[in-house]
């Protein structure tokens, strides 16, 4: 017990007395004695997972999606052709930064497949110039074919298969920043044949061969066109201003001779911001005519269509198809969150097979309503829900935006 | 047997006892002015750099740090922040001039380009930019202004400089220069970081015309740019605005609780710094004496007051945060019906140099940064007050002289910021002045008079109070106890008299005071006043707030 005692007695001596060495005089011996004590702990900083995962994120993986060199090929390569994945190769600061080649080549989860290479220089003379030539191949083994014109039945689903080689090049001036005026030339070698969708019929079993221009043939195209862009969007994911495109396009054929037109393009997109930028209605009119001469056909394949995540929503892709056509589109946008947009939509169009019944009337149509994940720049990702049409409801969740 | 029991109880309770009560309310050091948070070599100090995606994540869907109502603690005994590797006490402590404030930390007062040489790429930040070095080898960050709006950012970060050097942050050395885009060379030795692949490799020619093209060309042909000299020493990366360094022993108050970063949100919403956040800072570490200790700057001014740093600022900075979820899931709900009030602030047309600035609609108390910063959400009245009263130290002639100092090329540039910022200073300082009892600097002369002035009646934001109450007690430093001593007085003007026998009774005694003002709620907050007694008389050594 006396041990005990003892024992507690010095303990207790010791602890004042190291008390008594410890209390500080002063403010600044306090603060100092609490960096000494920091100093006894002090350690490296050990950065957390979700650190080194946004650290990588911004510093290594944005040069993998996006990287020089070799990089993977992601997304899609047409409308309904499901998601796409590849390898690519590029090189965007070819000449002393004035030029980019890329060459890439992807298959999608419906087996498609496409390769191409394309050299282009955006800016030559001080901006003024745009040159650009590309070699490609398109394999798209099940292309929806309904059947042309506007009374296209739902019920006559069948597909097709297009093959497309194609090389060529164009050229562009601006003489103001935002207006961009030129020409290219394109030689082309499409190749129909029968659908590879199984649970789809073949074209051939449901049509007649005069009911699709084209199929069947083979033909190969000099394709030669003018065109006049006007773009004063801004932001480029466009809060206001406009963006307009005209496009003349003469097809001939070079093999048969059988299929030589004309096609006349004209797009016309207007944005009108409020509430400083952050409500947006937009509007989009676009027409399409052909002509042929006596005796000379427009194959179905180059025909305008309808229908689909960036025309008429409430319809499957390529749901309508003539040699012409007429859209317009309307959505009504608000920011929910910097980066993140509602939209409801109408869309509202029609394929005819005559230029003379290309107006207003007896069109097809849809609304609905969507989300899009944005940037200044463009829409990145984007879900659109159609509903309204003699085709049922659709649902889009695709990469890019509409117009 | 039992003597010695009683022994050990006796002095087990002593060393308790002395354990809990060994240190006094205040020493005799008290008011300290200068913090000597660089007593301890700091040279294992190491890089924590954040990046955006982070910084962005853990703030706005965490909550960082410590989120607690208690008084700033880093500072001294009289409410007052100590000059540190944080903050010099500049225009709030001191007389400025209006010259020493518009040169703010600037050693030179213009600056030329002969001589100089391209010296790699920049490394951070949306600003298009590259690095020079002068003859001497002294590396400095060059910067443009964006076309759409000319002298924006390089204006803003001009103006950002001098006002918060001289609230007394540490900034870095900033200027303006024209630069001939012909006349640069390219030192062999440049390097830039591919902006295409992320590898290292030669500056060439062509990257500088991709920064030129980004930039706003005068008619002369030349680029008006913003030279950042870069700071003394090795750097550490950027500080927090929470917890603390692990690798820094004189990093012992957690940032949350620092006044000066508490009180930013002050300053932050005077001259409008949404981008008040972490990685817009910087740790340098410094060496002196044989010893290294961090110096930590605000950083990266371009992107305050109307500017966007590379286009007009958003209309959304400064009134909500990035992400915030009431206004976003009214907005959904209602198909955009749901407006949200700054969508509805109508800019007035002024040159493109201001970018988007105002002060009509703009209201210091709901004003918020990019997003949550943990410093700011700590914020309390007495930390607000500090700032308020720094702010309320800038006079008309030094906003002028420091808008000036950003040589915007139209004077109507130049009128419209400094009236916005003259306004903007009258509703912030009108606003924070107001929430605590406002009386400062109190004096107790040796005959029991009591002076002290009304900070807000001062800077002309309120009148005087309908009376004072005033309570004296007298203080045990030792024990840290109070016991009134008198009753409680009311007195109209700022002056009062201790009650007879108090100032004999010791070495310490302290008033309470507030102030009854139908406007101003805030003011029957109490201040408390503690006074020691010492060879000159009665010095002020403690405020509570």
């Known amino acids: 017990m006396i041990r005990l005692a003892g024992l507690t007695l010095l303990i207790s001596v010791s602890s004042v007395s190291s008390a008594l060495a410890q209390d500080p005089d002063t403010r600044a011996d306090a603060d100092r004695q609490r960096r000494e004590e920091k100093a006894r702990e002090v350690r490296s900083y050990e950065p957390g997972g979700l650190e080194r995962a946004m650290a990588f994120a911004e510093d290594k993986a944005i040069f993998i999606v996006d990287r020089e060199g070799f990089y993977p090929k992601l997304g899609s390569l047409t409308t309904g052709s499901g998601f796409a994945y590849g390898i690519g190769f590029r090189d965007r600061d070819l000449f002393e930064n004035k030029g980019s080649f890329d060459i890439w080549t992807a298959g999608s989860t419906r087996r498609y ?225 910097s980066g993140l947009d509602a939209a409801v939509f109408y869309d509202a169009g029609k394929v005819a097979d005559r230029r003379a019944d290309l107006n207003f009337a007896d069109l097809e149509s849809d609304y609905g309503f969507g989300f899009r994940f944005n940037t200044d720049s463009a829409i990145i990702f984007r879900v659109d829900a159609g509903f309204g049409s003699r085709d049922g409801k659709h649902l889009y969740i695709v990469w890019g935006g509409v117009f | 047997m039992r003597v010695t029991a009683v022994m050990v109880v006796a002095l087990a309770a002593a060393g308790a006892s002395m354990g809990w009560s060994a240190s006094p309310r205040f020493y005799p050091d008290d008011p300290v002015w200068a913090d000597d948070d660089r007593a301890i070599d700091a040279s294992k100090v190491g ?86 070095s002068d003859p001497k080898g002294q590396l400095y960050q060059i910067e443009v202004d964006p076309p759409s709006n000319p002298e924006l950012a390089s204006g803003a970060e001009i103006i950002g400089t001098a006002f918060y050097h001289a609230i007394g942050y540490h900034v870095v050395e900033v200027s303006l220069a024209d630069i001939d885009r012909k006349a640069l060379v390219i030192s062999e030795k440049a390097t830039i970081r591919d902006p295409l692949n992320g590898r290292r490799r030669q500056l060439r020619k062509y990257d500088l015309d991709s920064v030129f093209d980004q930039a706003a060309r005068r008619k002369d042909g030349r680029y008006r740019v913003i030279v950042s000299r870069f700071a003394p020493g090795r750097p550490a990366g950027n500080f927090r605005y929470y917890g603390t360094r692990p690798d820094d022993p004189n990093d012992i108050v957690s940032h949350e609780h620092r006044r000066e970063l508490r009180a930013a949100r002050v300053f932050g919403a005077w001259l409008n710094h949404d981008d008040s956040r972490g990685i817009n800072s910087l740790d340098m570490l410094e060496t002196a004496n044989g010893k290294a200790w961090v110096r930590h700057y605000m950083f990266d001014f371009g992107s305050i007051l109307g500017s966007g740093t590379v286009y007009a600022q958003r209309h959304r900075a400064g009134n909500e945060y990035l992400f915030e979820q009431k206004p976003g899931w009214l907005t ?214």
């Open chain 1, 113 to 337: 497949w496409a390769a191409e290479a394309r050299l282009t220089f955006p800016e030559l003379l001080g901006r003024r110039l745009l040159l650009e030539t590309w070699v490609s191949r398109r394999d798209y083994p099940k292309e929806n074919f309904y059947g042309l014109g506007p009374d296209a039945d739902r019920d006559d689903r069948s597909d097709y298969a297009l093959r497309t080689d194609f090389f060529g090049g164009r050229a562009g001036f601006r003489p103001i920043s935002f207006a961009l005026v030129g020409g290219g030339v394109e030689y082309q070698t499409p190749v129909v044949g029968s659908g590879r969708d199984e649970g789809v019929p073949n074209v051939e079993d449901v049509f007649e061969p005069e009911d699709v221009p084209g199929f069947g043939d083979s033909a190969n195209f000099l394709r030669t066109n003018l065109f006049v862009e006007i773009d004063y969007r801004k932001p480029k994911n466009a809060r206001q201003g406009g963006w307009y495109r005209f496009d003349f396009a003469n097809y001939d054929d070079r093999s048969a001779g059988l299929y030589n037109f004309n096609l006349y393009d004209a797009d016309v997109r207007q944005f009108f911001g409020f509430l400083a930028g952050r409500r947006v209605v937009a509007l989009r009119l676009a027409a399409s005519t052909s002509t042929t001469d006596d005796g000379d056909l427009m194959p179905f394949y180059y025909m305008r269509t309808l229908g689909g995540n960036d025309t008429l929503r409430g319809f499957r892709e390529y749901r309508f198809r003539g040699p012409h056509a007429i859209l317009t589109q309307a959505e009504y946008r608000w920011e929910i969150w």
């Open chain 2, 47 to 132: 890089v924590i750099e954040d990046t955006n995606g982070y910084d962005f994540l853990v703030n706005t869907f965490g909550e960082q740090g410590e989120r607690r109502d208690v008084r700033a603690m880093n500072v001294n005994s009289v409410d007052e922040v100590p000059d540190s590797s944080w903050f010099t006490n500049r225009i709030g402590r001191r007389r400025m001039t209006v010259e020493e404030v518009v040169n703010g930390p600037d050693q030179l007062t213009r600056i030329s380009l002969d001589g100089w040489v391209v010296s790699g790429g920049k490394a951070t930040g949306v600003q298009p930019g590259f690095r020079m």
């Open chain 2, 332 to 545: 959904l709900a209602t198909l955009g019906l749901y407006v949200r009030p700054w969508m509805r602030i109508d800019y007035p047309d002024v040159p493109a140099s201001i970018g988007r600035l105002e002060s009509e609609a703009f209201d210091p108390l709901s004003w918020k940064p990019e997003y949550p910063n943990p410093a700011f959400a700590n914020m309390r009245p007495d930390d607000a007050f500090w700032a308020a009263r720094i702010v309320s130290r800038f006079t008309n002639g030094m906003i002028r002289g420091i808008v000036e100092k950003a040589q915007y090329s139209d004077p109507r540039a130049t009128d419209y910021m400094t009236q916005v910022l003259i306004a903007r200073r009258d509703k912030v300082v009108a606003a924070w002045l107001n929430q605590v009892c406002p009386v400062i600097d109190p004096s107790l002369a040796v005959n029991g008079t009591l002076t002290f002035a009304n900070a807000a009646v001062d800077a002309g934001v309120a009148t005087m109070p309908d009376e004072y109450s005033l309570q004296w007690f007298r203080f045990d430093n030792a024990t840290n106890t109070r016991t009134p001593a008198g009753d409680p007085a009311s007195v109209r003007a700022p002056s009062a008299q201790a009650p007879a026998g108090l100032l004999a009774s010791g070495s310490f005694v302290g008033v309470t005071v507030s102030a009854r003002h139908a406007m101003h709620a805030g003011w029957a907050r109490p201040a408390t006043f503690f006074f020691r007694l010492g060879s000159a008389g009665w010095g002020l050594v403690g405020v509570e707030r």
